[in-house]
């Protein structure tokens, strides 16, 4: 399976702009890109998710690079809420509802 | 409506028993998968059944069994527990057998002493 490389953490301030950055090096022509992400003490979210184009939706935007090897989550403005684990996970269509998450990136928001 | 739900919540359990887990989907929800979440780790898939058959099975040992029910809910069990089997158990429903969006539970917290 392809692998996805995040960083541990990440700080933001409220109300600013966030980045969250995912290497995929190695993606297959066929995997998309998803994002969940995990509130303390809940299960995973479904963020968002997209194959080459740029993705917007009510919760955030999804920047793909153009060669695919890397992508980048925007939360356009941190609330105190948005504070979570949030996963990069490389999904092939035909592999059914298996998801292999790594390590995600652990996001704190400040007030 | 109601999300995905499961039940326990917490439970506690000495090694060498066995545990069943419960998870009801979204109405509708046809799918469920079963993942594993250790403390500090990302989840990691156990099982998927759509349409009351299995359809995927990750790495782990026979001692995990599943199923899936006529109403779509889904039990996952867990025999001869071991110390290491203390983990989060997350269950996640999705209406299609492939879908960009599953919808997750709370979770089952289970302790093995």
């Known amino acids: 399976d392809a692998k996805t490389t995040q960083p541990n953490s990440m700080e933001s301030n409220e109300e600013e702009p966030v980045h969250l950055p995912c290497n995929h090096s190695?993606?297959?022509?066929?995997?998309?890109i998803h994002w969940y992400r995990q509130l303390p003490s809940q299960g995973p979210e479904y963020v968002i998710h997209g194959l080459t184009s740029n993705v917007n939706n009510r919760m955030a935007s999804l920047a793909i690079a153009e060669d695919r090897k890397s992508s980048t989550l925007i939360l356009h403005r941190a609330t105190l809420r948005d504070a979570a684990v949030y996963y990069c996970i490389l999904h092939y269509n035909n592999a059914g509802n298996m998801l292999t998450f790594g390590g995600g990136t652990r996001l704190m928001v400040k007030p | 409506d109601a999300g995905v739900t499961q039940s326990p919540t917490h439970l506690i359990k000495t090694r060498g028993q066995h545990v069943t887990l419960r998870c009801s989907p979204i109405s509708g929800h046809k799918s469920v998968s079963w993942y594993q979440q250790v403390l500090g780790q990302g989840p990691q898939f156990i099982f998927q059944y759509y349409e009351k058959e299995e359809r995927g099975r990750g790495n782990f040992p026979d001692r995990f069994s599943a199923r899936q029910f006529p109403n779509y809910s889904s039990e996952l069990n867990v025999n001869a527990l071991l110390l290491g089997d203390s983990a989060l158990y997350l269950c996640a429903s999705s209406l299609l057998r492939t879908t960009y969006e599953q919808y997750f539970g709370p979770g089952t917290r289970l302790t093995v002493t």
């Open positions: 190695t993606i297959s022509g066929t995997d998309y």
